[in-house]
T-cell receptor, first 111, second 117 residues
Framework: EDKVVQSPLSLVVHEGDTVTLNCSYEVTNFRSLLWYKQEKKAPTFLFMLTSSGIEKKSGRLSSILDKKELFSILNITATQTGDSAIYLCAVVGTNAGKSTFGDGTTLTVKP | GAVVSQHPSWVICKSGTSVKIECRSLDFQATTMFWYRQFPKQSLMLMATSNEGSKATYEQGVEKDKFLINHASLTLSTLTVTSAHPEDSSFYIC?????????????FGSGTRLTVV
């Protein structure tokens, strides 16, 4: 059974801080790892990672995957209050393309 | 980019009634859509995989007679919660992937907040 574990479960920081969110996984026939940001409604897509060691970057957010150690990190630099959200990590195996989600990390950025 | 439209955004129904939730891919054809349920402060739990033109595949523990899924066209999947009860109150979200893109990022609908009273 595919499994995704995220840590920490919650995190409170102040604006300007840098945060690192962790995601470890076990999956049959790994295909991709996905990061999402969820605010009040449905998740929005951030990154898709398929290869080890290649950093994906979008503004202040970046992510990298280690397929040997089976984990990924999501970094957010110079955090803003608008970054407050639940960050979800999901893995896709070859099992009909289904995504297995972790429990998420709730990030709160205080002014 | 790919857009998935989900309706209604919220619904309140009486116990024992049925509720239908629609999920449409607006600018692409989705042979497969996924239905998730999310309880407060919990992660997304996959309920079923909806396949166009065939029966849905349900995850273990999900009652297929209670959560009816129909995927009659390449752009529309529906989830019907039959004989709803208060414990069915939850946030239901669908997702799909545009097969015309190289990404495996799935696009989510906006979700439906179901409250059964």
């Amino acid at each position: 059974e595919d499994k995704v574990v995220q840590s920490p479960l919650s995190l409170v920081v102040h604006e300007g801080d840098t945060v690192t969110l962790n995601c470890s996984y076990e999956v049959t026939n790994f295909r991709s790892l996905l990061w999402y940001k969820q605010e009040k409604k449905a998740p929005t897509f951030l990154f898709m990672l398929t290869s080890s060691g290649i950093e994906k970057k979008s503004g202040r957010l970046s992510s990298i995957l280690d397929k040997k150690e089976l984990f990924s990190i999501l970094n957010i630099t110079a955090t803003q209050t608008g970054d407050s959200a639940i960050y979800l990590c999901a893995v896709v195996g070859t099992n009909a393309g289904k995504s297995t989600f972790g429990d998420g990390t709730t990030l709160t950025v205080k002014p | 980019g790919a857009v998935v439209s989900q309706h209604p955004s919220w619904v309140i129904c009486k116990s024992g009634t049925s509720v239908k939730i629609e999920c449409r891919s607006l600018d692409f054809q989705a042979t497969t859509m996924f239905w998730y349920r999310q309880f407060p402060k919990q992660s997304l739990m996959l309920m079923a995989t909806s396949n166009e033109g065939s029966k849905a595949t349900y995850e273990q523990g999900v009652e297929k007679d209670k959560f009816l899924i129909n995927h009659a066209s390449l752009t529309l999947s529906t989830l019907t919660v039959t004989s709803a009860h208060p414990e069915d109150s939850s946030f239901y979200i669908c997702s799909a992937r545009d097969p015309g893109t190289s990404t495996y990022g799935y696009t989510f609908g906006s979700g439906t907040r179901l409250t059964v009273v």
